[in-house]
Nanobody, 127 residues
């Protein structure tokens, strides 16, 4: 029963900050690239950020670059998304995902397929 579970979503005012967490269970996250996706109301799911196994390579969507930071703690089997200067357009359900890779230098991706998905956590940015 391999799974990912997000936490940390909630209501925040524009300009505020939140950090999302994602806990992996049933598998070892250290062997996987990690990716955060989001889906806003009425819109398609989009990739937000991803990181390689070592975080030596990261990718950010243009809409979040400079405001969001992806990270991981392999010892804790956790991944995180630090979000700052939040905007109303950041309102979405945020999903964590993981993809198994063949080596330490393997690239991450903002596009599926992924091996594992969380069920999502809602972030609402509103005054």
């Amino acid at each position: 029963q391999e799974q990912l579970e997000e936490s940390g979503g909630g209501l925040v005012q524009p300009g505020g900050s939140l950090t999302l967490s994602c806990a992996a269970s049933g598998f070892t996250l250290r062997a996987y690239t990690i990716t955060w996706f989001r889906q806003a109301p009425g819109k398609e799911r989009e990739g937000v950020s991803c990181a390689s196994i070592t975080n030596g390579q990261t990718i950010y969507a243009d809409s979040v670059r400079g405001r969001f930071t992806i990270s991981r703690d392999n010892a804790k089997n956790m991944m995180y998304l630090q979000m700052e200067d939040l905007k109303p357009e950041d309102t979405a359900v945020y999903y964590c995902a993981a993809e198994r890779t063949s080596g330490r230098l393997a690239s991450c991706s903002l596009h599926p397929p992924m091996d594992y998905w969380g069920k999502g956590t809602l972030v609402t940015v509103s005054s």
